[in-house]
């Protein structure tokens, strides 16, 4: 599967972007998705993850309350809906897949996803 993540850009605190991830190759309900992040001079952090019918979804605690991960497969789109912005979530946002749902967030967070695709600046200025 391809990815490729859009919609970044630079957005005051408090403010709102929707990232979208398109998907290719593969048949996309396949695949369980995946944001993650990577703020410069820090790890990779897991941001949010969604199962293949898109009905169970789990969130760093960090963006809980404030992001929204969601699917169209129709359209073989994830989407990241934040909200609240703040300075600490600017980073590059990066969408995965794999094949395997992993209940929780620890795994992701650990390990990442099997497949990735290029990331989308996000920069949140105060």
């Known amino acids: 599967v391809q990815l490729q993540a859009f919609g970044g850009g630079l957005v005051q605190a408090g403010g709102s972007l929707r990232l979208s991830c398109a998907a290719s190759?593969?048949?996309?309900?396949?695949?369980?998705m995946g944001w993650f992040r990577q703020a410069p001079g820090k790890e990779r952090e897991f941001v949010a993850s969604?199962?293949?019918?898109?009905?169970?979804?789990y969130y760093a605690d960090s963006v809980k309350g404030r992001f929204t991960i969601s699917r169209d497969n129709a359209k073989n789109t994830v989407y990241l809906q934040m909200n609240s912005l703040k300075p600490e979530d600017t980073a590059v946002y990066s969408c995965?897949?794999?094949?395997?749902?992993?209940?929780?967030?620890?795994?992701?967070?650990?390990?990442?996803?099997?497949?990735w695709g290029k990331g989308t600046q996000v920069t949140v200025s105060s």
């Open positions: 995965a897949a794999d094949t395997s749902w992993r209940y929780g967030s620890s795994w992701y967070s650990r390990y990442g996803m099997g497949y």
């Open positions: 190759g593969r048949t996309f309900s396949s695949y369980v």
């Open positions: 969604i199962n293949w019918s898109g009905d169970s979804t």
